[in-house]
Nanobody, 123 residues
């Protein structure tokens, strides 16, 4: 089992920044491909960003490329999502994920989910 706890969400104005953190506990954190998904009201949950255990493979959704940065610190069992130049359309609940699959995961590929943290971007 892997437990994931997100933090860092909140309310920010458009153009602002937020940094999400995800603390993992349980099984060996470094073995998992870590990622972030988000779900906006009335929309399907979608992949945002993902990072391999070594950090050598990083993937982003087209909608966040150039604005978001994912990173991980295996020694601290933590993954981060730095979000800059936020837009109102980034408003969603953001979920931390852990997957054994390396690569962009679908929802079905995710083995563990966090409880989610709300990000609201005002215009």
């Amino acid at each position: 089992q892997v437990q994931l706890v997100e933090s860092g969400g909140g309310l920010v104005q458009a153009g602002g920044s937020l940094r999400l953190s995800c603390a993992a506990s349980g099984r060996t954190f470094s073995r998992y491909f870590m990622g972030w998904f988000r779900q906006a009201p009335g929309k399907e949950r979608e992949f945002v960003a993902g990072i391999s255990w070594s950090g050598g493979r990083i993937y982003y959704a087209d909608s966040v490329k150039g604005r978001f940065t994912i990173s991980r610190e295996n020694a601290e069992s933590t993954v981060y999502l730095q979000m800059n130049s936020l837009k109102p359309e980034d408003t969603a609940v953001y979920y931390c994920t852990a997957s054994r699959l390396v690569g962009v995961p679908t929802i079905r590929d995710v083995d563990y989910w966090g409880q989610g943290t709300q990000v609201t971007v005002s215009s």
